[in-house]
């Protein structure tokens, strides 16, 4: 009978918590934004569509923040269980942005708490719009802190390794490594993006299935132009995270883009098969391209995979992941494009069917997208889990009672999936964004849409 070792299962249950939590880490980190110019816009328009959908985005938030939490406390629960010698190693150099990271965690609770029973308490409502701002503020740093750590384990730096034992820890420079830019740059943009996307998927298919509403139109509108910007951020974060990893991770460049020797003038390969002798088959090559993306240049040199020992080559399957969440993110940014080219041109209709049905496959794919850049990232680096001092073999548990654990918690992750699931279902269901309007702000609930 086959068996796995612990090694393996510890990979297994770590990239399974790591993918349920980036769900929820990713809404924690986008949908304050989105809640903090809903209500901007309301304010200074006087239109309480905007004000009731931060109100509503809030509370199917406090939700999945909950669910975060719990995940979150999961993934540190398991770097010490699953990967003791790792944290031996490691603990005490990224110990200041895992404490960062649950200091800007109750941050932005505390603010969060006060900016959900604080509705209506101001005269002036800038000032509950300004309790906002810590919460974005908050959760964006969260993100940050614990990309840090990330980044830390591609590049590591800040200390020396002297006869197996760490010695000259320098926390800070360890967090402002030569992969924290790009990363951070990354996550938080394609955070704010997925979020943006997938509220704008929620009112898309309201419009669609013909229960849609100004208030959802209204939505649509301001999610899709946030898409869109946030699109072009995380177009530029990819380009840099592009150039970083031809200069410090060339094998994982390589790897991902099928670059198996180094030249220059190097073609981007997208999508293709490749045969028994590693030859790319039925791909689209895109002349040059690939030194342009890693160098800027056309004509550059790009280090191959031949250059990187066998046993340190990351597996080729990370080129389709690559590509996936390219080829959303190209997509996100074309059809929200789309929209606001047919909102503009008065003839076009920015609500026809297929264009929110676009809109509305735009939400789930951005965040495979983000599921796919993850895989990407941590699958890439393999073979290390602290690239250069520590293969992720070298990291893991030898105990033998991790199957036990695996079971448990993938039975924890379906309740909490399904928990969550039906609160939020319960919580909108039976309280339709029309009658809170109306209840809500009966003088206005019948108003057109301002265009």
Not at 62 to 87: D, E, K, N, R, Y
Not at 264 to 287: M, S, W
Not at 410 to 415: D, E, H, P, Q, T
Request: glycine share 6%.
């Amino acid at each position: 009978m086959f068996e796995l070792d612990s090694a393996t299962l510890s990979r297994m249950l770590t990239s399974l918590t790591l993918l349920f939590h980036a769900i929820f880490a990713t809404i924690g980190v986008g949908v304050p934004v989105m809640v903090s110019i809903a209500e901007f816009i309301g304010i200074k328009k006087k239109d309480p569509h905007y004000t009731l959908l931060a109100r509503r985005w809030t509370r199917g938030y406090t939700i999945t923040v909950a669910v975060g939490v719990v995940t979150g406390t999961a993934i540190g629960l398991q770097l010490s269980l699953l990967w003791p010698s790792f944290m031996q190693l490691a603990g005490n150099i990224i110990a200041l942005p895992l404490f960062m990271e649950t200091f800007a965690f109750f941050f932005e609770a505390i603010f969060l708490g006060a900016y959900l029973y604080t509705w209506d308490r101001f005269k002036n409502p800038i000032y509950h719009w300004l309790l906002s701002i810590p919460v974005v503020i908050g959760g964006t740093m969260s993100a940050f802190f614990i990309t840090t750590v990330n980044a830390f384990m591609n590049t590591p730096q800040g200390f020396k390794l002297e006869d197996g034992n760490v010695t000259s820890i320098n926390p800070l420079q360890a967090m402002f490594n030569p992969a924290t830019p790009t990363k951070v740059f990354h996550v938080i943009s394609s955070s704010y993006l997925t979020a943006a996307a997938v509220l704008a998927a929620i009112a898309a298919f309201f419009i669609l299935m013909k229960k849609g509403s100004q208030y959802h139109k209204k939505a649509l509108k301001l999610t899709v132009i946030a898409t869109f910007i946030f699109a072009i951020m995380t177009a530029i974060a990819g380009d840099l995270s592009a150039k970083f990893l031809a200069e410090h991770q060339p094998e994982k460049l390589a790897a991902g883009e099928w670059h198996f020797e180094t030249e220059d003038k190097a073609d981007l390969i997208v999508f293709g098969t490749l045969n028994e002798d590693n030859e790319v088959e039925n791909a689209i090559r895109i002349p040059n391209a690939l030194s342009f993306l890693a160098h800027g240049d056309f004509n550059a040199e790009v280090t191959g995979l031949e250059e990187t020992p066998e046993d340190e080559r990351p597996p080729l399957w990370i080129h389709y992941m690559f590509d996936l969440m390219v080829s959303i993110g190209f997509f996100t940014l074309g059809i929200s494009l789309l929209y606001i080219v047919f909102w503009k041109v008065k003839k076009w209709n920015e609500h026809h069917p297929l264009l929110l049905w676009g809109i509305a496959a735009g939400g789930p794919l951005s965040m495979l997208a983000i599921e796919f850049g993850w895989v990407f990232a941590e699958v890439g680096r393999q073979p290390w889990i602290l690239r250069g001092f520590m293969t992720v073999f070298e990291g893991s548990t030898t105990s033998p009672h991790v199957d036990w654990m695996f079971i448990l918690f993938v039975a924890l992750y379906a309740v909490l999936a399904v928990g969550c699931i039906v609160v939020l279902r319960k919580m909108f269901k039976n309280n339709p964004a029309e009658l809170e309007l109306e209840h809500r702000y009966p003088q206005v609930a019948a108003t057109k849409e301002d265009d």
